[in-house]
């Protein structure tokens, strides 16, 4: 639209001047404010009906979604053999129901005994249910069998399953139908015939500590209805010993199938030391009724090994980010034990800087996945210089690359090992800043209250991280709608609807570091920050406490509103009359875009909307990284001097149509102190 064309009277425009402001106020469910701290706003009562409305709606959009039944499926049934208090499986989804309820089974078909006698079964069975709702236990207990006239006799069922359950809200009942076969024994006969699917008979097998193996075994009592143990007996020779008689006793887990056991060789029951385990192996499964059941012997012969790296991932990390180690013989942190890594070698930073020798340099995991990986965080380390300036110090103060050996060191209890040394090296990359978006339900309740948009607000989200990322292209700034996995030290900035300062902010950088630090942070120092939530130390320190970017004070753009703010424009209302609610506009359909006849209309919308949302995220994202004047007075937080399109100016120095990017005017970018300053403390390479 021409915004020098006389344009014509709104529907809003009409109702302020006909009846006054109040009727207008409470048509637009909102009230006015600030764009900034450099401009005092006094919302109106008006804002806390429409906070306490937000909230409530929050509240529901929260709150449990009940069942429907076609949320409760069967995916297998089991097993296939059953002995008197054995267990009948489901495996599924939400197999118990509602939370809080329990499953039962109702059976229907006919038993075939071994003699030949066929007796009909109609019944039920109260279950059990596991795994969040993935897996339903329904016990056969001799009492039960015995009421079915099927005491003491084997043979097999044929039939129907009717699992019973209640969804819904009130709850109803739900059935869902299976087929049931299984065939009754009066005892199981656990086999084995070896220790690996993989294991060749010619030689040892190779296991390490706290190794998982899938056994060849069948007959394997299930989860819920026993203990299955491995017991090896033989002699051992392991660590720097003699060798002598050993019994180990190692845990079996059958979840589902009685030929699928996987047996543990947890420290605690086997120890660590390396060496070689020779002798006899065999299963002893205990029920819950007290019976127990052993196989047969089979030879075994085993070679304990030291832990071992096999790769690192990524190769190349840098500060805040998480690495993985991946490999066999990790121990997990524990008050008994664990592992740690041992640098040994020469570390070379990039540029002209000396090398350093590292010498015993130790690396503690703080997670782990099994056996075969350890997870190392490498985390922000900082030194306090000449009593007041903090300094980066540690392994990944500076980029570089390490030489030499990492060394897996596991212990248990008075026993240490020392693994095969790791011999590729790896390297500490440019430090990285990555930045999760974290939206609230707020900013959705805004967006279709306030502006009519919640059925674009994918569009709307991805033309917010288009300007982000064009903001800051040739930056090491990553943004992300989902929280990092591999990052342990990132940047969360929220994205809310109201401001809950009460200041009717665009935006507000509320982080502040540790106790005595400046609020600017200079260098990029804290990765690990959060831009929303509440202060207490800001606040303390006088600042605002709340922080983020919210949504529902960018309608105090409209000149229509009962006090305009400096900054708002006719052509925030050429833009968003037609479709914002609170300008009396009709609000986007969910088949309306893109193919609909206000497709550019609503293509517009969502291009200033996004922009004026993304700008502003680009501005307090720009706070937390130590602008403006990182070298400046610590109170010093914008640009000193006003000048046209630049991002980091004061927010009443930033008009309307630049940070729409309309009439030709931005986008706003960082001026050249600023941005030398970014690609100083974050470089691409």
């Keep these: 639209m021409n915004p020098s064309r006389p344009r014509r009277p709104r529907l809003g425009e009409t109702l302020r001047n006909l009846w006054g402001p109040f009727l207008w106020a409470a048509l637009a469910g909102s009230g006015c404010g600030s ?32 069942l429907v039944p076609e949320d409760v499926t069967i995916t297998s049934v089991g097993p296939d053999r059953l002995f008197p208090g054995g267990r009948i499986v489901l495996q599924g989804t939400h197999l118990g129901g509602e939370e809080g309820e329990t499953p039962r089974l109702r059976l229907q078909g006919w038993f ?20 969040a709702g993935r897996r339903a236990e329904f016990p056969l207990s001799p009492a039960l069998l015995e009421s079915w006239g099927l005491g003491g006799g084997a043979g097999s069922f044929d039939g129907t399953a009717l699992l019973l359950v209640q969804v819904g809200e009130p709850l109803r009942a739900s059935e869902v139908p299976c087929s049931l076969h299984f065939e009754l024994v009066q005892q199981l006969r656990p086999t084995l015939a070896g220790l690996s699917l993989d294991q060749d008979p010619d030689q040892p097998l190779d296991v390490f500590p706290e190794d998982s193996l899938v056994l060849v075994a069948t007959d394997l009592l299930l989860r819920g209805e026993g203990v299955v143990e491995l017991v090896i007996d033989g002699d051992a020779q392991r660590g720097a010993g003699a060798s002598r008689p050993v019994s180990y006793v190692l845990p079996v887990a059958a979840d589902s199938r009685r030929d699928e056991g996987v047996v543990g060789f947890p420290a605690s029951a086997f120890g660590i030391l390396p060496g ?16 127990t059941w052993e196989s047969e012997r089979v030879p075994v012969r085993l070679q304990v090994l030291p832990p071992v790296i096999a790769a690192l991932d990524p ?25 740690l890594l041992r640098l040994d070698g020469r570390f070379q930073p990039r540029g002209e800087a000396a090398s350093v020798d590292l010498s015993a340099y130790e690396l503690l995991p703080e997670e782990s996945v099994g056996n075969g990986k350890v997870r190392i965080p490498f985390r922000t380390e900082t030194v306090v210089l000449a009593g007041q300036k903090k300094s980066l110090t540690g392994l990944t103060a500076t980029p570089g690359v390490f030489s030499g050996t990492i060394t897996p060191i596991i212990s248990w209890d008075d026993q240490e090992v020392v693994g095969i040394p790791y011999t590729d090296g790896f390297q500490i990359a440019p430090t990285k800043q990555v930045v999760y978006i974290k939206y609230l339900p707020g900013f959705t309740i805004s967006l279709n209250s306030t502006w009519g948009m919640k059925n674009v607000e994918r569009e709307v989200r991805q033309q917010i991280l288009s300007v982000v990322n064009r903001d800051y292209s040739g930056i090491n700034v990553v943004f992300t709608e989902e929280r990092p996995r591999d990052f342990v030290e990132y940047l969360v ?15 507000l950088d509320n982080t502040s570091g540790e106790e005595g630090d400046s609020p600017k942070d200079v260098m990029n120092l804290r990765l690990q920050e959060v831009i929303g939530g509440k202060n207490a130390r800001a606040e303390e320190s006088g600042y605002l406490a709340y922080g983020g970017v919210f949504l529902e004070s960018f309608r105090q753009f409209s000149t229509l509103l009962p006090e305009p703010i400096g900054l708002a424009s006719t052509r925030f209302e050429d833009v968003f009359e037609g479709i914002a609610p609170f300008l009396c506009g009709q609000a986007i359909e969910v088949d309306e875009y893109p193919d609909g006849p206000r497709a550019a209309e609503i293509a517009e919308a969502i291009r200033v909307l996004g922009n004026l949302i993304g700008s502003t995220l680009t501005h307090e994202v720009g706070h937390s990284l130590g602008l403006s004047l990182p070298y400046g007075a610590p109170t010093e937080f914008h640009n000193l001097m006003d000048l046209p399109n630049a991002i980091m100016d004061a927010g009443s120095q930033r008009p309307f ?9 931005g986008p706003a970018v960082f001026n050249a102190e600023n941005r030398a300053y970014l690609e100083e403390i974050l470089p691409l390479r």
Aim: charged share 20%; net charge negative.
């Design 35 to 66: 764009p900034g701290v450099d401009e005092q706003g006094n919302p109106g009562e008006v804002c806390v009906v429409t906070l306490a409305l937000a909230q409530a709606a929050g509240d529901v959009a929260s709150r449990h979604q009940p």
């Design 112 to 131: 075939q005994g071994e003699g030949g006698g066929v007796t009909e079964v109609s019944g039920e069975l109260g279950g059990v249910v596991a795994d």
């Design 276 to 291: 070689t385990v020779q002798g006899e192996a065999h299963l002893r499964a205990t029920t819950g009724e007290g019976q």
């Design 315 to 339: 190769p190349a990390a840098s500060r805040g980010q998480w690495v993985d180690v991946h490999g066999r013989g990790f121990l997990p942190a524990t008050a008994r034990g664990g592992t």
């Design 493 to 507: 900035i929220e994205v809310g609807g109201l401001d809950p300062n009460g200041h009717d902010l665009f935006g």
């Design 657 to 665: 149509e630049e940070r729409a990017e309309l009439d030709g005017q």
